[in-house]
């Protein structure tokens, strides 16, 4: 009768490493709030930089978001606006609510997004507050998946 082979016991250090390097990434942007730092040139050579804090909206900051967007839009209809325009009136209501002007560092140039010259710059702001958004909800997606397969 032959003895079973018993696996080899791994020491603890061995299992500690494999689990952190099993571990999920940690991101800022797991969190409601994520702070990050912006820097973006426009075409014309100009830096715009600052602090900013983003906040992941509740329902009722999303409801008031919409009616931001609506008020940019003149209560005009989606049909009757250019589609560059709403897209901007998007970002620029998302922007207004999501971002928090009271955060150190908020830069001066950023309390009026209405006023800047140059869309590049509203656009990249509005992917960093998506990329924050993206993230944030499919981690939460994760997160309930793992607990429901438990």
């Keep these: 009768m032959s003895t079973p082979e018993v696996p080899e016991l791994q020491s603890v250090e061995n299992l500690t490493a494999q689990q952190a390097s099993t571990a ?3 991101d800022p942007r797991d969190e409601v709030e994520y702070r990050f730092e912006f820097e973006h040139v426009d075409s014309r050579g100009k830096r715009w930089v ?3 804090v983003n906040k992941i909206l509740t329902l009722k ?7 931001t967007k609506a008020q940019l839009g003149g209560g005009l209809s989606v049909a009757a606006l250019d589609a560059d325009v709403w897209e901007q009136n998007e970002m620029i209501a998302h922007l207004a609510i999501s971002l928090d002007h009271g955060a150190k560092g908020f ?9 800047l010259h140059d869309i590049s710059v509203i656009e990249a702001l509005y992917a960093e507050v998506v990329s ?11 997160t ?6 438990s």
């Design 50 to 52: 600052g602090s900013f």
């Design 107 to 115: 830069p001066d140039w950023a309390k009026s997004l209405e006023d």
């Design 61 to 67: 900051q999303r409801r008031q978001m919409k009616i």
């Design 144 to 149: 309930e998946e793992s607990s429901q397969s």
């Design 132 to 142: 924050h958004e993206t993230r944030f909800f499919r981690r939460a997606a994760d």
């Design 24 to 26: 999920p990434e940690i």
